[in-house]
Nanobody, 123 residues
Framework: QVQLVESGGGLVQAGGSLRLSCAASGRTFSRAAMGWFRQAPGKEREFVGGISGSSNSYYADFVKGRFTISRDNAKNTVYLQMNRLKPEDTAVYYC?????????????????WGQGTQVTVSS
């Protein structure tokens, strides 16, 4: 059974940093695209960024220069490093895996999802 498990969320002050991890089990995702999404209360789930099977990363405009996505295929894990956090970054963050080599910005294009981890940024 495929599982994606996020960790690393928490409460941080504005300007601070957090690193989220997404550990996959049940199969190897070394060639699969991985995406990070977030969902704030009352809002739709939105694409934060993704990483291709060849480790090219892509970002939404609102996180460019602040967030970095990386992957460690040996550990079957993807990371989201979040710096210079803002209160508007507060959301539940989800990782997702896609059975394609390149990430997509659409929630409908992903085959597996984690349960999410809460990130709260205080002002």
């Amino acid at each position: 059974q495929v599982q994606l498990v996020e960790s690393g969320g928490g409460l941080v002050q504005a300007g601070g940093s957090l690193r989220l991890s997404c550990a996959a089990s049940g199969r190897t995702f070394s060639r699969a695209a991985m995406g990070w999404f977030r969902q704030a209360p009352g809002k739709e789930r939105e694409f934060v960024g993704g990483i291709s099977g060849s480790s090219n990363s892509y970002y939404a405009d609102f996180v460019k220069g602040r967030f970095t996505i990386s992957r460690d295929n040996a550990k079957n894990t993807v990371y989201l490093q979040m710096n210079r956090l803002k209160p508007e970054d507060t959301a539940v963050y989800y990782c997702a895996a896609r059975e394609r080599p390149y990430p997509s910005g659409s929630v409908h294009d992903y085959d597996y999802w984690g349960q999410g981890t809460q990130v709260t940024v205080s002002s």
